[in-house]
């Protein structure tokens, strides 16, 4: 079969690979509409490290082509919801755990890109599909499923570290489309007041579409002056979501005392995170510091497709390009890669392959 | 000065006071609107005991009369909101407690009933003006911080006790206004579907309105019936905002392995609450069952402010009656004794106090 | 094979059985020592319904005779800790909540009894291995071992849904093995006084060596009449962990405002657990009501070896009774079944079956 | 009347000042014991910032001297434990919140170094008594009580901090008295293992006193180094009782995925702190970084105090100098400056001022 991903880092291409076995508990799928992730192109330039022949892609919805035979609850041709991230549940770590994303060690349970190859190909394996696969239900679009698998679900753990109460101060660093996710999720858990930081005019525009009460921009000062001025002394609570070293310390900065700041962003594995003593009470000042990867599982992505059957939230606002065809996804990463200004989401339907 | 409340069970009346005396720390203030609740016919009819020559009510805004030595964040002129729970915030029972309402006993946080005359007067006496009173603030309403006060700040502890979770299922019992303000939390908290039971049709409105995915009617059949077939299994969450003994059996019953009932409903203290031990799986079933009284203080008050200056929620919509005149007290306290089936909320604006 | 357990309800037998097979991701234990629990004698006595021709038992350690072919992290002659609870983790059902008890309904992950013969045989089966076996780890001996997989496992249980904060006063009624390990969870998770409700002296003086600080008696009174007294205002946190209908009512009268009652009781199916609406604060009082089964699988019962090999506790404290061979069962269950004022907890050795 | 503080910054003085007033809630407190705490030499070294002619100290149990007029649970002659940090209750930035040190803004509950003279005086102040002081209770020795007021209760945040679960293993870093009393506290909080970090004889002993599993020195290598090893991928829980800004890269780093850093350790201002974003997995390992300050009020000392009325705990095991004499107040601040090995903890008894 086909797919496309990267010879070696730096060089994308598409590749020939042997369809990928299934286990015993396992499914196969053709993937029906793929999102192309920053994720992707990290990877492509050695963000995760060295890489060979890989086939990228973690976001995906389509069609069971094949099961395993120990599972029960899918069957060829049901159409799937299939979280970026597929946890090993027989593995003890993650029992009990608030965070399940960390199955065998450190983003483990991440085994698109981590162990295998991605989604960007004629059909992908599924670990464990019982455990970790969810039906497209009635009242929700393929491209709003889509848009759970990772961006949602990502930016709604930032969410879920922030630990808001009703009526907290939020302010959301970066509105991209886990930054938009993320703003989303905070008005629906109760967020008051909601400060995004971005600059992009389709990112404004969504953010305002989602529930952002102001928008400051980096570009008329310090993030962290304007925000403690217009809270008079700090945010409740502060999820970031894009950004580097220095967005981390501007987030501790701009934390109140007994505020949180929650982290959902990739921080470049070169960078030091840190912040003057002073800005953390020298240690006293309970503001805590959270970061967490993605949840995965099938029970993560049916409380997503809740929220959206309910109408709660519509995810597929953050789509601002659909591209059609399998053979797209080269120019659907390179439209990721430049990030042009119109750019929040690109998705491929890959009804060419139908 | 005059006030309007009860001689003795069952005999409305108007009676003559004094002005209360303000202590060091508290404030006098004179109401410009305040709502009647079904607490207020409650005690008319002798559901928290005897009690003689009471001026009823305890849901006001108004403005600063007089301060005592000791205030230092408000002056008289001041518009304030005032929560009917207003804690003795001296009191270490309440300190690094997850709720305030019982400063020292049962409830005793409730002062406007439980130990001195209520807000349906020229004047009335608030403790610890500091930490109990808020600023009206820009961009609210008189009339949306008067729905503060109690029916949302008691709604949305519902909403905290039920520990609702991005997408959950929740059931809210009865829809008068404390359970439409319930929904309106659950919907702003991340419920995905919201299961309303009630029938009046201005509530069933309003519960649309506010969130609402699913309205059921006791008309129909049993509502643990429903709830069951609907869910197949349980609803995650269920709050109580109305209803009798039999109305807690049924709660408990609809609630899956794993979830949690939630009370905000004042039972009749004739009543035994109960249910058979295989609803709760003979003690092994995980469902927790709380319910608690609306916590107090200037910060509670300020959140739920904080979310209608967001555009979160507009708690105003429960407002069915609008009377004008301190002596509509008593047509205001008819009819929500009466409850006509047009009523949710009613109101009386003290403008001809002015 | 052989095994002791039930030919139909009141008539304890000895039963030719196959060896049960053993799945891919399962393993076949032949135990080694096994205890005898209440709810083999409930279950011999129709408590848990009809049950015709089932094995007993679901306390056990033991030695691994077979892995099916997926299993990676164990092999034959493994000395290993089975908990009474072992879910079938690759049920969305249990991702990401608290509990893992109710696998696909309510305590299904109780499969020793729920859905397949239990541990007193010659070899016994066990879904998932690497999810749900413990290896038995150095500095612990099999007797402590066995004492965790569910009298630990679940005392503990009932201290975790207690939600004891440091200096708690705390009510464990019952001090039956459950009760003893509860306390003895209590005392290591920060409860100051202890009041420990039960009469029987070898359990008396148990309740003393785990820590508690006060005993009372039924036969002195109404206990919540003597924790009221004792604690002017009841206790924080009350754990029921014996008793009946009645029991759970004095638990709620005896609990404070905004404290917590934990059941890890199993209650008569035939009754009804309730409470005048009164001594809830007619739903006002913030007491929380939880209860719930022991928690299951690898990972919470190493948490429980940890405690041992840290010394914090000694569960082989409760061992009354020890029993040398498989031969012993019948006396072993009879023990049980009358409940001699010198009993806590009976073993058995299959030492004639090595 | 006489006290004993600085000059300036590296001065040390006795300083003659009026006996201080006492407001309408506060009280007078003649202390009878005080103890010297690192955080006075650190202020007089200048740690803090400016400050003249402080008198300094904020550790003392004592008699009430004088009570303000609307103070009602005190009374002169009462023997009562002052814990260090005593929140202003009437502000509202408090309510409802985790921490109560943060009263007016960053530890400004910590009125005896913030904003007034301490408690190394004949007379000192308490605000808001009520909320603030606890009788000594029958059971708990005077040296006892005075070790709860800020070691016991700071060491105790730092454990909640850390949200240990049973079994869990916690590393202590520092084993001065605020670490030996975390290390304490993690031990009856459930914890398994305990690692603690540290050298000093007396302290080393008082560790393995208080439940110590391990003990490792910086001495024998990279402490994070040791601990990788010993634990095989970190600890769960790592909990900060002194050390530099090394040492918190040192936590971070030693701390497994899902796990937390609680840190109770006052860095020096000038610092920063931070870690390479690889041993926060780049963002993503969901290990929690928290910290903070000694929470106040009554019911905090109360809790601390029922848990050695119970026998839980005697943090007098961490006294290891007696002086008497309010005269000896200079020797003790000399011996807690120059901290000799053999030092834990020195207190003063005043007994020359009865």
């Known amino acids: 079969m086909k797919g496309y991903g990267m010879r070696c880092i730096g060089s994308p291409a598409w590749l020939e690979k042997d369809i990928p076995v299934c286990g015993p508990l396992d499914a196969i799928i053709q993937p029906t509409m793929v999102a192309v992730c920053s994720s992707d192109t990290h990877i492509l330039h050695g963000g995760f490290g060295e890489h060979k022949d890989l086939i990228l892609g973690h976001e995906a919805v389509g069609i069971v082509a094949e099961v395993g035979s120990m599972v029960r609850g899918f069957r060829p041709g049901d159409y799937v919801v299939v979280p970026c991230s597929t946890p090993d549940w027989l593995s003890p770590t993650i029992q009990s755990t608030p965070s399940n994303a960390h199955d065998r060690g450190l983003m483990q349970s ?53 630990e808001i109460g009703f009526g907290d101060t939020v302010v959301v660093i970066g509105i991209g489309p886990v930054g938009l996710m993320a703003l989303s999720g905070a008005a629906i858990r109760g967020a008051g007041r909601i400060i995004a930081v ?74 030091t995170l840190g912040f003057p003593a002073m ?76």
């Open 110 to 162: 991440f085994k698109f890109i981590g162990s295998k190859d991605g989604i960007f190909a004629e059909r992908f394996h599924v670990n464990q599909a019982d455990a970790n696969l969810a039906l497209l239900p009635d009242g929700v679009t393929p491209e709003q499923a889509l848009m759970t698998v990772d961006m949602m679900s990502t930016g709604y753990h930032g969410v879920e570290l922030a």
């Open 198 to 271: 971005g600059t992009r005019k389709p990112c404004v525009e969504a953010a305002v579409y989602y529930g952002a009460t102001d928008i400051i921009s980096y570009k008329a000062g310090d993030i962290a002056d304007q925000v403690l001025e217009m809270t008079k002394g700090g945010a409740d609570k502060v999820i970031i979501a894009g950004g580097s070293a220095e967005t981390f310390t501007q987030a501790v900065r701009m934390t109140r005392e007994m505020g949180t700041v929650a982290n959902v962003n990739f921080f470049d594995h070169s960078e």
């Open 279 to 354: 800005l953390w009470g020298v240690g006293m000042a309970n503001k805590d510091i959270r970061g967490g990867f993605c949840p995965g599982g099938a029970r993560r992505i049916q409380k997503m497709l809740a929220l959206i059957q309910a109408g709660r939230v519509d995810p597929a606002r953050i789509i601002s390009h659909k591209l059609h065809g399998f053979t797209k996804l080269p120019e659907a990463v390179e439209l990721m890669d430049s990030k042009s200004p119109e750019l929040i989401k690109p998705i491929v339907y890959f009804d060419d392959l139908a």
